[in-house]
């Protein structure tokens, strides 16, 4: 049988279009057999990242038969395989070990007021109120993590922890266990080409048409409903400069498949979408460096200074801010200086890449600050003076900079002492498409789309403005979780 796409199918069909407006049913298995399914399965997850990977295994679990999990690459993981791993989650048992005030409530305050009050409050509250259910429910699937809670990068508080293993890799290693003991397959090489709906901008999505390598052309039924969880954009070059143009010029901390195809299939079929130019960097290698050192996890232990040798902003800042402010440094380059117990404190989350760094040259070492100045060519007087002000600081818990007093607590003094040198990156896209509190997706228009549900970078409205370093994984596998769990429930 020839197989039509539903466009072909609802441009040639006036009948079927007609009764669609009457007898909604009755246009659903018209627009069914007009496509030769070549399977069928409960749901469909789009993306084998954290937040695919838990949604098919939520899935599974709410008791669906037949879940099935569809990857453009040739391998599991996208962005959270690359990322450090840090959890932002404020679990009682922790903070109280820890010695600190936390709570779901105040997690969720310093989330909206990081991102400028521009996420959704519903969805920021779901988040934080269920982080802790997700680092368990990790657990119970085979992630260990390390017995303390740090502040990370930009994350603003004490409340990350890190898996033991490979970074955000342990996360996919436990997850396609999981996957493979309960028979969830994993189609490698097959890039979705087409969200199917009953109409273009109306009625239930019936599943996917998919490439496979080689050309190959497949069209998916999903009975319950297909889980968007292909991650951001901020692969993608020329997506990145419409929104913001000052992306366009920098590289990206993303894998090569992080391009938004699925984000703009989205788009196609009417789902709303907020916050696209909201665009975060990291930190990451300079041109020409294949492999960069990374220095900077860790916010209590290191710090920046630019080509003079001279710190220019507090460590402990928004994502935001730190861009701006090394993007406004001579050739926007900074140094990411940490002492021996810092670059200990690393092992476990950044050691492979660090001892590559080490190897290749890109990552520098010297048995005193004057030595550390000259083989990384910024005057030796200022980078002493910005390390012995801030030994001061974490002294006196007063930063000229205004580093907070809670990560002024280790000097740099313990020799050898390392440097690293860094650009911005783009790294997370917080705009996506729009998702209720069941992560079902919203069209332009306010309303559900029926079948539909996104987890993950490719939807808007959970980081506001700015990403909370330690957050993402918090989000992806919540609301992973949350969508695979919603979709099982929800047959057509």
Known sequence: MTKLSRRV???????????????????????????????????????????GLSAAVSAKEAGCKKVVVLEKMMFAGGNTIRAGGGFNAAIKADYEKAGIKDSPDLHAQQTLAAGDGRGDPVLVHQLTEKAPESVQWLKDHGVKFEDHIYQIYAGLYKRARNPIGPRGGAYIKALLEVCKKEDIPIL?????????????LSGRVLGVKVEQKGGKTLYL????GVVAAAGGFAANDRLTAIHDPRMGQLDTTNHPGATGDVLIDLVDIGAGTRGLDYIQCIPGGVPGEKHAPNLFTHVDRFLFVNLDGKRFIKEDARRDVLRDAMLDQPKAIAWTIVDADGFEQLKNSKGPENEVALKTGTLYYADSIEDLAKKIGVPANNLKEAVDTYNKAVDTKKDPLGRAEGVLVNKIIKAPFYAGRVTMKRHHTMGGVIINKDAQVIDRRGNVVPGLYAAGEVTGGIHGTN???????????????????????NPA
């Not at 990403?467 to 429930?489: L, Q």
């Open 188 to 200: 490698y090489n097959t890039r979705v080409v087409e969200i199917i709906r009953e109409h273009q």
């Open 467 to 489: 990403s909370v370093g330690g957050n993402a994984m918090a989000d992806i596998f919540t609301y992973g979780r949350i969508a695979g769990v919603n979709a099982a429930k």
């Open 9 to 51: 199918f609802l441009g040639s069909a006036p009948a079927a279009a007609a009764a669609a407006g009457v007898f909604g049913t009755l246009f659903s298995s018209a627009a069914e057999a007009a496509i030769n399914w070549d399977d069928t399965y409960n749901v469909i997850v789009i993306g084998a990242g954290g937040a």
């Open 221 to 224: 039924r999903a009975l319950n």
